[in-house]
């Protein structure tokens, strides 16, 4: 295990970017730390979705509707369809 003082700053830990497990024991002013798991900043990021294919498989299927006094449908179809 690694030592420092309490007033050491958490740069001097030496961590590279990502998210760490990192287990640390005080007693008094001593601090010992050791790094149970590491996972790299890039790994940490989301994996790309494919398209679902919702667009192609419903494109051109709405059917606009005009109703002048219904204030909600007339803002879905200037929001919504062309």
């Known amino acids: 295990m690694k030592t ?11 961590l590279p970017s990502g ?4 287990k ?3 007693e008094g002013d001593s601090i010992s730390f050791e ?3 590491s996972v790299p900043a890039k790994a940490n990021s ?5 398209p679902a294919g919702f667009v ?3 494109s051109g299927t709405a059917k606009k ?8 449908l007339a803002h879905i179809n ?3 369809l062309r």
């Open 78 to 80: 200037e929001k919504h």
């Open 4 to 14: 420092l003082t309490q007033s050491t700053p958490l740069g001097t830990l030496g």
């Open 65 to 72: 509707i005009e109703d002048a006094g219904d204030t909600w």
């Open 24 to 26: 640390f024991h005080v």
């Open 35 to 37: 790094v149970a798991a």
């Open 56 to 58: 192609q498989k419903w």
């Open 46 to 50: 989301p994996a790309k979705k494919k």
């Open 19 to 22: 998210d760490h497990w990192v």
